[in-house]
């Protein structure tokens, strides 16, 4: 969108809502804020008049020292274009806000992390739980005041470590036994959990009223997870059963949490690089590009050329990495025990030991840095790149459409399962192939362009039918893009330097947001910032696409059968690492 | 949906069955326990089995691979070894899980730090092998190891790597990362002759 539009716009949404909204004056701040009683008038009017469809990401932020706590929305059009922010701002001892489930049903989860995280009440949530955290827990974690276990200090580097940094173990000084306190009156022994009313309550809403036979079933609740080989990890549905047919479905989640925001916010912005590699662990290229873009944002630079090559070299291979996975995982949902998923990590293994080569890690990569990457390319890594596009890969990914696109079995169980329509895709705020397999062809690459994705050519893929089927073809039609956009990159890519300015360990960022985001592989990986000019950020939140993705799940699930669930499940394609966070 | 679809499959997984064999009869013993066995497993020409026998086989590791970082230090003449880190800090600031400890030395006569650390540990279960402090220490003095193979049986007892531990020679940083060592000597040639150059102008 060129700045004339968007400037017209803005004035527009200004003197339209001249009542209800103001603008964000802040330095290095923009966007409206929004008077909270005429948020879910303004979100509709968003949605239905001005065509803000899509609803992106949902996150709060603590400002203690105004005594406010803000609620930060980003919306966008799905025909593309620049997010447009806007904030409801409540004070901090009665944070209420009204829902926005009714308007953007994607809000569901990301509203309930809010209130988990931060204590945010939104009024008319038809089940606001905590989700991350369990329920019971005292506090809201990302409060400004909360403190952590083991705290040491507000921000690192903690002064024990240098110039007297004389080693000592953490639990040396908070040794076992003594590291707990209970509240008077409660006794461990004796204490018995209380049963999960409200999540299976949440599902009875669900339940089928009559039967046409006449004949009168008792539903059932079953438990799939935490610790279920099919879940992806530690991962939990409640599931209400009536026969083998779904009839609701809750997910359960947060045993992997370790609240990596808050550790986001003692962080440094540094620090928090190879922390990003282990939100997806699958994509810790796509992860620290996301991050980079955000920090660059906030600092205002840009890295040099080359460098810009080796980041979309970087995303596009672990693109290639993450669906070749995925579809390994999703055949063994299937059933396929194994066979498929390990031909599949053969190519992944090659791709990563060109990972191992240029960043020293095969997993957890860390390569990226603020206007710049780690290290030059090694010699032979782009020669290395080049045979496995251009030679090995496309017959490769021939062989495994070979072996499974038109298999009986795969088509069977795949055709059909877990449809969701555009309509309700766009509602939900899925992203990435779930959203493109329901024929939204959107992808931010081509929708709002970042780094230096406007000069390759390559197509969107969409596909239209919305199933389990189709996601799996859309993951192989990214595949054959991904191929495509790395066969110009190792033709086109210059030489030069790697790194804007000198390499620097502390690096200023001035005050002021910024939300960088970028199309990883599960979808859009967005990282809100907020930053007030000291070396932590104030704030860090992570727009984790398998956690928003999972949105939906009930109404794919609702009517399929219990065997569907699993392999439902399996095409949203989760990660655990990043779900929790 | 006639079954075509299984048997197509089928036949993929056949040809990679005997693709193994085929590999092998062409390698013959070579493909297996040799560098030029692994190499080929790990090359883009690969047909069938990919797998290495660890710990029999081990895969080469690239230059750039990190673990845990150690202390380089120079063996002086008269045997003694002087470790290049100056106890700058740098790579205590740097560390994201903070496990690195350095307590600086101060001289007892002028109570200034002198450019040699007292002590200096890193608690290797907490280092979450992120290669930050080698990337910036303005001394080349700490490098991430090649070395992966740190399991004990008493991790209270052996994970604590103190500065001895720590250290290894400048020898070995060569061997492991030789690209990496020419270019800082190169840089260091650089920066010496043109400080020399400023004296003498």
């Known amino acids: 969108m060129s700045e004339q539009t968007k400037l017209a716009i803005d004035t527009d949404l200004g003197y339209i809502f001249s009542d209800i909204l103001r603008r964000d004056e802040r330095p290095g701040y923009e966007g409206y804020i929004v008077k909270t009683d005429a948020l879910v008038a303004f979100a509709t009017a968003l949605r239905d008049d001005i065509g803000y469809d899509y609803l992106v990401s949902v996150t709060g932020v603590d400002y203690p020292q105004d005594g406010i706590l803000e609620v930060v929305y980003h919306v966008r059009k799905s025909t593309g274009g620049r997010p447009l922010n806007f904030k409801v701002q409540v004070p901090r001892e009665q944070p209420v806000v009204p829902s926005l489930v009714f308007v953007y049903p994607g809000a569901d989860f990301q509203e309930r992390e809010a209130w988990d995280l931060l204590g945010i009440r939104f009024d008319g949530h038809p089940d606001l739980r ?49 590291n707990v306190d209970y509240p008077a009156g409660f006794d461990p022994e004796s204490w018995v959990p209380e049963p999960e009313t409200a999540l299976y309550a949440g599902l009875s809403k669900m339940e089928r009223q009559g039967d046409e036979t006449g004949i009168g079933t008792e539903s059932i609740i079953l438990n799939l997870g935490p610790q279920h080989p099919s879940t992806h990890g530690v991962f939990r549905m409640a599931v209400k059963m009536d ?49 980079a873009l955000a920090v660059e944002k906030l600092m205002g630079i840009k890295p040099p050329e080359r460098t810009e090559y080796i980041r979309v070299m970087m995303a596009e291979l672990t693109r290639i990495v993450n669906h070749v996975a995925a579809i390994g995982f999703l055949l063994n949902d299937l059933g396929a025990y194994f066979t498929p998923f390990l031909y599949a990590f053969e190519e992944r293994e090659l791709i990563l030991d060109v990972f191992e080569a240029v960043s020293g890690s095969r997993m957890m990569c860390n390569y990226f840095r603020f206007g710049g990457v780690a290290r030059d390319l090694p010699d032979g890594v782009l020669e290395r790149v080049r045979d496995i596009v251009c030679d090995r890969l496309p017959r490769k990914i021939d062989d495994l459409e070979l072996y499974l696109t038109n298999n009986d079995i795969v088509r069977h169980r795949a055709e059909g399962v877990g449809v969701l329509t555009p309509e309700q895709a766009l509602a939900y705020s899925t992203t990435g192939p779930v959203l493109r397999a329901s024929g939204v062809p959107y992808d931010l690459r081509r929708a709002d362009p970042y780094s230096i994705y406007d000069r390759f050519a390559f197509d969107v893929a969409v596909r239209y039918h919305g199933d389990v089927y189709d996601r799996y073809l859309v993951r192989i039609d990214e595949i054959r893009q991904s191929i495509r956009i790395l066969e110009q990159v190792v033709r086109d890519i210059p030489e030069g330097p790697i790194q804007e300015g000198k390499p620097q360990y502390q690096v200023r960022v001035p005050a002021g947001e910024s939300y960088g985001r970028v199309e990883g592989p599960k979808g859009e990986l967005g990282f809100y910032l907020v930053s007030n000019g000291k070396p932590n950020p104030w704030r860090y939140h992570v727009r984790a696409p398998s956690f928003i993705n999972l949105t939906p799940l009930e109404c794919m699930c609702i009517g399929q059968k219990l065997a569907d669930v699993i392999v439902i499940l399996g095409s949203i394609d989760i990660v655990l690492g990043e779900t929790d966070r | 949906m006639n079954g075509l679809g299984v048997i197509k499959g089928l036949g993929v997984t056949l040809k990679h069955f005997f693709m193994t064999y085929v590999d092998d009869f062409r390698w013959g013993r070579k493909r297996y326990y040799t560098p030029e066995g692994i190499a080929h497993r790990m090359s883009k020409d690969v047909q069938g089995i990919t797998t290495v026998q660890y710990p029999e086989e081990k895969l080469p590791v690239p230059e750039e691979f990190r673990f845990v970082p150690f202390l380089v230090y120079e063996t002086q003449e008269d045997g003694t070894n002087e470790y290049r880190c100056t106890s700058c800090g740098i790579c205590a600031k740097v560390c994201p899980p903070q496990c690195i400890w350095i307590v600086r030395a101060n001289d007892p006569n002028t109570g200034r730090p002198i450019p040699d650390p007292a002590e200096y540990a890193i608690d290797i279960d907490v280092c979450m092998g992120c290669g930050l402090c080698a990337e910036y220490c303005p001394f080349d003095a700490i490098k991430m190891d090649h070395n992966y193979e740190l399991a004990t049986y008493d991790r209270h007892k052996n994970n604590i790597y103190d500065k001895v531990k720590l250290g290894k020679p400048v020898a070995y940083y060569a061997s492991i990362r030789p690209v990496n060592y020419a270019r800082e000597e190169a840089a260091r040639a650089e920066a010496e002759a043109a400080r020399a150059a400023r004296k003498r102008a």
């Open chain 1, 130 to 178: 905590r989700i991350l955290m369990w329920e019971g827990f005292s506090g809201h974690p990302l409060r400004k005041d909360w403190r952590e276990a083991y705290f040491e200090e507000e921000g690192k580097p903690f002064k024990s470590r240098w110039p007297e940094g004389h080693f000592a173990r953490i639990e040396k000084r908070n040794p076992f036994g003594k």
């Open chain 1, 243 to 291: 026969g083998e047919t779904i009839v609701g479905l809750k997910p359960v989640m947060g045993y992997l949490h370790r609240n990596h925001e808050k550790i986001g916010e003692r962080n440094t912005f540094l620090h928090n690089m190879p922390f990003t590699d282990r939100l997806d662990y699958f994509c810790s290229m796509s992860n620290n590009f996301g991050y």
